[in-house]
């Protein structure tokens, strides 16, 4: 994909570090958005390789019976910004500003221009607000499947909440459950209950 190849050379964003992290160039009508990657992932090459990420594929074997090799393999992993932002200075990682998001906006744009996808994962609430807009509070979108316009495709979204240790949301009702819910709603959509009966997963688990 040239767009990835123009995405791995980028430096647009002067307090950004890099390198880019980004998945790798597949075709897939399942495309995940997450906010950012964290320190770690320019070392390791891929995105949600620490921690959150191991919450995030925990969350995909026990629900879709999918793998963590086999998800980076079938779905796209994009994200709102592709490099590292740095700390934030009250803890944490920062936020991507306004102006960073927006620079990085082209390269969604032109993954969603060439994959066409029918099903949208964003995970976090970042993520959910680019596609959904201004959403309210989690409680609200977490555990709902809806339609929206984006990027000129129609998409069904599934909202995730964000996997990182220091988010207790999805840890403590209601979050648990709609976690769930939300987990449930991505096993029973058709394109991916497609990818998990090409890889005989519906057979094994049902
Ligand atoms: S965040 Fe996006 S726009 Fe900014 S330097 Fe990284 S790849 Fe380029």
Aim: glycine share 12%; net charge positive.
């Amino acid at each position: 994909m040239l767009l990835q190849s123009e995405l791995a050379r980028c430096h647009a964003c002067p307090d950004m570090i890099g390198p880019v992290v980004h998945g790798p160039p597949i075709m897939s009508r399942i495309y995940l958005l997450g906010q950012a990657p964290g320190p770690h992932e320019g070392k390791i090459g891929k995105p949600f390789a620490w921690t959150a990420g191991k919450t995030l594929f925990r969350w995909f074997e026990e629900s879709l019976g999918i793998d963590e090799e086999n998800f980076r393999s079938s779905i796209y992993m994009s994200a709102v910004a592709r490099c590292f932002p740095g700390k934030a200075k009250g803890g944490g990682d920062r936020k991507p500003s306004p102006e960073e998001i927006d620079r990085c906006e082209k390269f969604v744009r032109g993954e969603i221009e060439i994959l066409q996808p029918e099903l949208v994962i964003p995970v976090g609430s970042l993520a959910i607000s680019r596609v959904l807009g201004d959403f309210g509070k989690l409680d609200g979108v977490i555990g709902k499947k809806m339609r929206a316009k984006w990027h000129g495709a129609t998409v069904d979204v599934i909202p995730l909440p964000h996997p990182s240790g220091a988010s207790t949301w999805h840890r403590v009702e209601p979050g648990k459950s709609l976690l769930l819910r939300a987990l449930d709603l991505l096993k029973k959509h058709p394109r991916m209950r497609e990818l998990r009966s090409e890889r005989g997963e519906d057979a094994r688990s049902g």
